[in-house]
């Protein structure tokens, strides 16, 4: 019971989102890639990370959607978008022809990604949800993560600066 009478203590200022969104190759095609970190001892359970494209669109007959919006396909270490979130994650997009980011160029400025993960406070059970975006301006091309997998930052509190640093191709 003290956990259903528990508030929520700002759970999702605790959940942090890269600063910026990267595209890279990895076996041979394009991918949008994009850090969350996790800075409370207390872990997410059941986590689920999605995205959206968000852009301006019009269908055939000409219906202009300035907000339409597309799914885009995720995975995090090799899971397809629900993961067990215990430290620092990379979520990737991988940009085949079925990608709704297919044909972009670092050219293109008339569209955002929006991101999200949900998942279980492990302690109490509460939902929490945390949201970023990527303006194209935030995107950066042919540069990736570093990798983090050092003692320093799985096994210790996490360090965030570290755990978001980027490298150029």
């Not at 600063?19 to 095609?29: E, H, L, M, P």
């Not at 055939?60 to 215990?86: N, V």
């Not at 965030?160 to 490298?167: A, E, P």
Request: charged share 25%; hydrophobic share 40%.
């Amino acid at each position: 019971i003290p956990a259903k009478l528990t508030k929520p203590k700002r759970r999702a200022q605790n959940l942090i989102f890269s600063r910026n969104a990267v595209i890279f190759q990895r076996d041979g095609s394009p991918c949008l890639a994009f850090r969350i970190a996790d800075t409370r001892r207390s872990h997410i359970i059941d986590a689920k990370v999605r995205a959206l494209l968000i852009k301006k669109w019009a269908s055939s007959e000409g219906e202009k959607l300035p907000f339409y919006q597309q799914e885009l396909p995720l995975t995090a270490d090799g899971c397809d978008g629900r993961l067990m979130f215990i430290w620092p994650t990379l979520i990737v997009h991988k940009i085949d022809e079925k990608s709704p980011l297919h044909g972009l160029s670092n050219a293109d400025k008339d569209f955002e990604v929006v991101v999200m993960i949900e998942g279980a406070v492990e302690s109490t059970g509460l939902a929490t949800q945390a949201k970023s975006s990527y303006l194209p301006s935030e995107i950066l091309w042919n540069h990736r993560f570093e990798s983090i997998m050092t003692q320093s930052c799985v096994s210790e509190r996490i360090k965030v600066r570290k755990c978001f640093k980027l490298k150029e191709n």
